[in-house]
């Protein structure tokens, strides 16, 4: 296999930790894995922090999807597929054992996307978003002065024709939600072209920009008529079936359960917890309960502001109660969601700092609400993400969920095993922390024990369990949109607007709904044994470091490296 050169970022840090010694063998593949799997996809390697590969510069490219290029991927796959067997897991540390699961389950699934699910042949979104990270993210993160970086949105913007071409020769048919968020999230990127770079543009570039520009944004205009007309012609099911999913489900989720397993656990739980609620809520019903908590809400124009007072707020527990050590120094940006995210981000999300870069920080997406929408639908959303809910949603996203851990994550070393665990961690590593931190501030008494904070929660709650009831049953059961609407509004008491939004999630993705309660079930579970080994000597604060600085193994894995710590 080809030896990769590594990135600046990680000389430098090879040599500032004053080691002098060559990578073992096992280090060394995986340092070439990384480096070689970020090599295949210019935009991932900008978002990663990697700009430099064998004199080529990255951020000025984008993926290649022609034939060749899809070949060349499978190849590299299959060739550290041979490399990675050759290491016999006892010979190796746990630390390692772990990051040889992490690349041979991420090796089988990418050979199942590149060979039976096919995603570039039936999902529009794959480009679109490729193209709106693409061009967004050099936008965004500072990582070279201005200039440079709009150099390269430039070489970019260039290459959108031939990415198009690409793409209509892939896409053989599509599902029609599918196309429909594609031509949606495509009118995102062409306003990020012709107005918010446009107009972000140094004088010094604008005369290149437009010049690059113009047969970009037709490029992006023609691939809207191709989606509504030719693709439009050619439906097909967003479904996996059981077969695909059940294989994608085991190395996405890497739990050892099955899907059925999954499901009976979620669907007890779900009327565990409507018990709960019903309790707390008493005298009054559920439904009425949530409803007086649903009066409770921002404005349109507030919703962003009352997300970063959220955060602080939040900050100020967390830090307080010392329940977390917490990062120092670093960045989070509260921003509007991009609009070519906004498909699959309806509410809000994260978008966490470079690996490579980590200086540069972090996003936390609040998507805002269209200002062409109803008042009735406008009124849904904001009941849904009231005060309450707003606060849970800035806890998981960021304090003391996604943003805490990430920025845990960007500290691993060696830089290989960091970028390892931040580019294919596990998922359930990563939503079961945020979940989990949503109990964890609740449990502990932010708000002063608020009530609706709880109430609020367990409603939270049914909509983790509902998340994987409707991936399994819609994915390999053939649950009807009806269906999938009636149980979230009637058992999980979410407002149609929310509904409706979580239906067109789950069919634009598989495998990943799971995650919420697969991760929050793992997290307790990994809690529990660590406290029944520690006994007397188990301290919150020092789990959770510990766990964190693990970063994101899957959480039968984690359970081991900590009995090993």
């Given at each position: 296999?080809?030896?990769?050169?590594?990135?600046?970022?990680?000389?430098?840090?090879?040599?500032?930790?004053?080691?002098?010694?060559?990578?073992?063998?096992?280090?060394?593949?995986?340092?070439?894995?990384?480096?070689?799997?970020?090599?295949?996809?210019?935009?991932?390697?900008?978002?990663?922090?990697?700009?430099?590969?064998?004199?080529?510069?990255?951020?000025?490219?984008?993926?290649?999807?022609?034939?060749?290029?899809?070949?060349?991927?499978?190849?590299?796959?299959?060739?550290?597929?041979?490399?990675?067997?050759?290491?016999?897991?006892?010979?190796?540390?746990?630390?390692?054992?772990?990051?040889?699961?992490?690349?041979?389950?991420?090796?089988?699934?990418?050979?199942?996307?590149?060979?039976?699910?096919?995603?570039?042949?039936?999902?529009?979104?794959?480009?679109?978003?490729?193209?709106?990270?693409?061009?967004?993210?050099?936008?965004?993160?500072?990582?070279?002065?201005?200039?440079?970086?709009?150099?390269?949105?430039?070489?970019?913007?260039?290459?959108?024709?031939?990415?198009?071409?690409?793409?209509?020769?892939?896409?053989?048919?599509?599902?029609?939600?599918?196309?429909?968020?594609?031509?949606?999230?495509?009118?995102?990127?062409?306003?990020?072209?012709?107005?918010?770079?446009?107009?972000?543009?140094?004088?010094?570039?604008?005369?290149?920009?437009?010049?690059?520009a113009a047969p970009a944004l037709r490029a992006l205009r023609d691939f809207d008529a191709f989606l509504a007309g030719p693709l439009a012609a050619k439906t097909s099911d967003w479904r996996l079936g059981p077969e695909r999913y059940?294989?994608?489900?085991?190395?996405?989720?890497?739990?050892?359960?099955?899907?059925?397993?999954?499901?009976?656990?979620?669907?007890?739980?779900?009327?565990?917890?409507?018990?709960?609620?019903?309790?707390?809520?008493?005298?009054?019903?559920?439904?009425?309960?949530?409803?007086?908590?649903?009066?409770?809400?921002?404005?349109?124009?507030?919703?962003?502001?009352?997300?970063?007072?959220?955060?602080?707020?939040?900050?100020?527990?967390?830090?307080?109660?010392?329940?977390?050590?917490?990062?120092?120094?670093?960045?989070?940006?509260?921003?509007?969601?991009?609009?070519?995210?906004?498909?699959?981000?309806?509410?809000?999300?994260?978008?966490?700092?470079?690996?490579?870069?980590?200086?540069?920080?972090?996003?936390?997406?609040?998507?805002?609400?269209?200002?062409?929408?109803?008042?009735?639908?406008?009124?849904?959303?904001?009941?849904?993400?009231?005060?309450?809910?707003?606060?849970?949603?800035?806890?998981?996203?960021?304090?003391?969920?996604?943003?805490?851990?990430?920025?845990?994550?960007?500290?691993?070393?060696?830089?290989?095993?960091?970028?390892?665990?931040?580019?294919?961690?596990n998922g359930p590593y990563v939503e079961g922390w945020a979940v989990y931190a949503q109990q964890l501030m609740t449990d502990q008494g932010y708000l002063n024990g608020d009530p609706g904070l709880r109430l609020t929660y367990l409603k939270q709650m049914l909509r983790v369990l509902t998340n994987t009831i409707l991936d399994v049953r819609l994915q390999t059961m053939g649950m009807t949109d009806?269906?999938?609407?009636?149980?979230?509004?009637?058992?999980?008491?979410?407002?149609?607007?929310?509904?409706?939004?979580?239906?067109?999630?789950?069919?634009?993705?598989?495998?990943?709904?799971?995650?919420?309660?697969?991760?929050?079930?793992?997290?307790?579970?990994?809690?529990?044994?660590?406290?029944?080994?520690?006994?007397?000597?188990?301290?919150?604060?020092?789990?959770?470091?510990?766990?964190?600085?693990?970063?994101?193994?899957?959480?039968?894995?984690?359970?081991?490296?900590?009995?090993?710590?």
């Open positions: 296999m080809l030896k990769l050169p590594v990135s600046l970022a990680f000389a430098a840090a090879f040599l500032l930790a004053g080691c002098a010694q060559r990578p073992s063998p096992f280090e060394q593949a995986t340092e070439d894995f990384v480096y070689s799997t970020l090599a295949l996809s210019p935009v991932a390697s900008t978002q990663a922090g990697y700009h430099t590969h064998q004199g080529v510069n990255l951020d000025s490219r984008l993926d290649d999807y022609s034939p060749s290029g899809i070949d060349r991927e499978r190849q590299i796959f299959l060739g550290f597929r041979d490399r990675l067997a050759a290491f016999k897991p006892a010979a190796l540390s746990l630390e390692d054992r772990a990051d040889l699961r992490i690349m041979q389950d991420e090796i089988s699934l990418s050979l199942l996307e590149l060979d039976s699910i096919q995603g570039y042949r039936h999902n529009p979104t794959v480009y679109v978003e490729l193209i709106g990270n693409a061009l967004f993210t050099p936008y965004e993160l500072a990582y070279a002065p201005e200039r440079e970086r709009f150099t390269q949105i430039i070489a970019r913007l260039d290459g959108i024709p031939a990415l198009i071409a690409q793409a209509e020769a892939n896409l053989q048919d599509s599902p029609e939600v599918w196309n429909r968020v594609a031509r949606e999230e495509n009118e995102g990127n062409i306003e990020l072209v012709d107005q918010t770079l446009r107009d972000a543009a140094p004088a010094t570039v604008r005369p290149a920009y437009d010049r690059a059940v294989e994608k489900f085991r190395l996405t989720l890497a739990t050892g359960k099955s899907p059925g397993e999954t499901l009976r656990e979620a669907e007890a739980q779900l009327r565990a917890t409507r018990e709960e609620m019903a309790k707390l809520a008493a005298p009054q019903s559920i439904p009425e309960a949530l409803d007086a908590i649903a009066k409770r809400h921002a404005t349109p124009d507030t919703y962003l502001h009352e997300a970063r007072a959220d955060l602080e707020r939040a900050r100020q527990f967390v830090e307080a109660r010392g329940l977390v050590p917490l990062p120092s120094g670093e960045q989070l940006k509260v921003i509007p969601t991009p609009e070519f995210m906004r498909g699959i981000y309806g509410v809000g999300g994260f978008n966490p700092a470079p690996p490579l870069e980590p200086q540069l920080g972090a996003f936390y997406w609040i998507t805002p609400i269209p200002t062409s929408w109803p008042p009735v639908r406008v009124e849904s959303k904001l009941r849904e993400y009231n005060t309450y809910g707003l606060e849970h949603i800035t806890i998981h996203e960021a304090m003391p969920g996604h943003w805490v851990q990430f920025e845990y994550a960007n500290r691993i070393e060696p830089v290989g095993r960091r970028l390892l665990r931040a580019l294919f961690g009806q269906q999938a609407l009636d149980m979230m509004m009637n058992d999980a008491f979410q407002e149609r607007e929310e509904a409706v939004a979580k239906l067109q999630r789950a069919q634009l993705s598989s495998c990943q709904l799971p995650m919420y309660f697969v991760g929050w079930s793992g997290w307790r579970s990994v809690l529990a044994n660590d406290r029944q080994r520690m006994a007397e000597r188990f301290n919150l604060p020092d789990f959770h470091k510990w766990a964190l600085e693990e970063g994101a193994v899957p959480l039968p894995v984690l359970d081991t490296l900590l009995a090993g710590h």
